[in-house]
């Protein structure tokens, strides 16, 4: 799962889950104003309609997954950079400095049990 989008709609369920993915094209809507599952339509014959509790099923699962991650998400914002971490592996008291911002960024943002 993408740490960084959350799902939002049964569409992104049907474009985005791992189940899905390679299909391209397989379904539409006939009303691209109302993505409901009533207007939920099946373009490939070899692929059966998911129902709708599943798929309210999986989206709040996929919504659930992401909010568990914010804590990954505010740890990413507030790592030390790419340069800052490359910089560091030449220098002792860069590395040092590295090593205790990262655990600030732990501390502040623990990841939930």
Sequence with gaps: ???????????????????????????GFSDIFDKSYENLIIHNKE??????????????????????????????????????LTVALYDTDDKSAIESKRAEVKKKYPKPS
């Excluded at 989008?5 to 189940?19: G, H, P, Q, S």
């Design 1 to 27: 799962m993408n740490i960084n989008k959350r799902f939002e709609t049964i569409e992104d369920v049907l474009a985005k889950n791992k189940l899905f993915n390679g299909r391209g094209g397989w379904f």
């Design 47 to 84: 692929y059966d309609k998911p129902t709708k509790d599943w798929l309210e099923s999986e989206l709040k699962k996929q919504q659930s997954d992401f909010d568990a991650q914010a804590y990954a998400r505010n740890r990413q914002a507030e790592y030390p950079t790419i340069a800052e």
